[in-house]
Nanobody, 120 residues
Framework: QVQLVESGGGLVQAGGSLRLSCAASGRIVRINDMGWYRQAPGKQRELVAGITSGSTTNYVDSVKGRFTISRDNAKNMVYLQMNLLKPEDTAVYYC??????????????WGRGTQVTVSS
């Protein structure tokens, strides 16, 4: 089994910053892509930022220039630095990872989410 645990969410004023962390543990042979997703009330979950095992990154347009995703492969961790936060960034943020536990193919695992609330 593989577990993903997020931390670092909270309440912040508009213009502020937060740093989210996600730790993967369990039976891990290799972690391929990792990403941060978010889901606001009444909306579908969306990919906010993704990072490959080689650290190539991609971002949804609404966070480009404000958010930075990074990972530590030795520690099986992924981070999301969020700056210049806006009220529209309010959502539950989930960590997702494509993890190879056995064999060659990976499976997608999810954390339980961490709430980020940005007040105006």
């Amino acid at each position: 089994q593989v577990q993903l645990v997020e931390s670092g969410g909270g309440l912040v004023q508009a213009g502020g910053s937060l740093r989210l962390s996600c730790a993967a543990s369990g039976r891990i042979v290799r972690i391929n892509d990792m990403g941060w997703y978010r889901q606001a009330p009444g909306k579908q979950r969306e990919l906010v930022a993704g990072i490959t095992s080689g650290s190539t990154t991609n971002y949804v347009d609404s966070v480009k220039g404000r958010f930075t995703i990074s990972r530590d492969n030795a520690k099986n961790m992924v981070y999301l630095q969020m700056n210049l936060l806006k009220p529209e960034d309010t959502a539950v943020y989930y960590c997702g990872a494509d993890v190879v536990s056995r064999g060659l193919l990976g499976n997608m695992y999810w954390g339980r989410g961490t709430q980020v609330t940005v007040s105006s």
